[in-house]
């Protein structure tokens, strides 16, 4: 079945500085990824849209400049948050969208960032 | 704009019981349903899809129904395990983007 994967699966950094989460999409094409973050006993909330060789496409609420995300290839998307705070510390997960199959989702195993 | 609600929000039962957890929406016009399972820290593990066309999905315990026109979602789980601990959460997934709106999820735990 796909795969998608994320990387780093858990990273803690000091307040101030800037981490990249990369999702892959290891056996298919994506021109389509998703960011979610969750928090504790909460839904997951949709933070933007990556498309392939485009602008991501952010929800309302969420700061483009604070999680910039970039989608270089077909394979892989990275969403940095910079000047991270302890207020972004998260769970976040990333879905690929099959090229071929645009109405299926495939979910990686997700990032947790914790900001000190 | 579509809203998602999974009754009850925790459950504890012992060991073999039969479970229903609930999931409602509030937009019916749906392209499809599906039901993941989430373990702590974890990402996410798809169970069960249900298209709009469909009733329900089985898959060996795991029973998903689908009722459009009432907004409604109900997983049934038979002879629960303490490996069924997790976190169950219902998406329903519009036609055109794709993409899901999810609730906050049901946290099962069964103990031994």
């Known amino acids: 079945g796909a795969v998608v994967s994320q990387h780093p699966s858990r990273v803690i950094c000091k307040s101030g500085t800037s981490v990249k989460i990369e999702c892959r999409s290891l056996?298919?094409?994506?021109?389509?990824m998703f960011w979610y973050r969750q928090f504790p006993k909460k839904s997951l909330m949709l933070m933007a849209t990556?498309?392939?060789?485009?602008?991501?496409?952010?929800e309302q609420g969420v700061e483009k400049d604070k999680f910039l995300i970039n989608h270089a290839s077909l394979t892989l998307s990275t969403l940095t948050v910079t000047s991270a705070h302890p207020e972004d510390s998260s769970f976040y997960i990333c879905?690929?969208?099959?090229?071929?199959?645009?109405?299926?989702?495939?979910f990686g195993p997700g990032t947790r960032l914790t900001v000190l | 704009k579509q809203e998602v609600t999974q009754i009850p929000a925790a459950l504890s039962v012992p060991e073999g019981e039969n479970l229903v957890l609930n999931c409602s929406f509030t937009?019916?016009?749906?392209?499809?349903l599906q039901w993941f399972r989430q373990d702590p820290g974890k990402g996410l593990t798809s169970l069960l899809l249900?298209?709009?066309?469909?009733r329900e999905q089985t898959s060996g315990r795991l029973n998903a129904s689908l009722d459009k026109s009432s907004g409604r979602s109900t997983l049934y789980i038979a002879a629960s395990q303490p490996g069924d601990s997790a976190t169950y959460l219902c998406a329903a997934t519009p036609g055109g983007s794709y993409i899901p709106t999810f609730g906050r999820g049901t946290s099962l735990i069964v103990h031994p």
């Open positions: 056996d298919f094409q994506a021109t389509t």
């Open positions: 990556s498309n392939e060789g485009s602008k991501a496409t952010y």
């Open positions: 937009d019916s016009a749906i392209y499809n």
């Open positions: 249900i298209q709009s066309s469909q």
């Open positions: 879905s690929a969208q099959d090229r071929g199959r645009p109405d299926t989702q495939y």
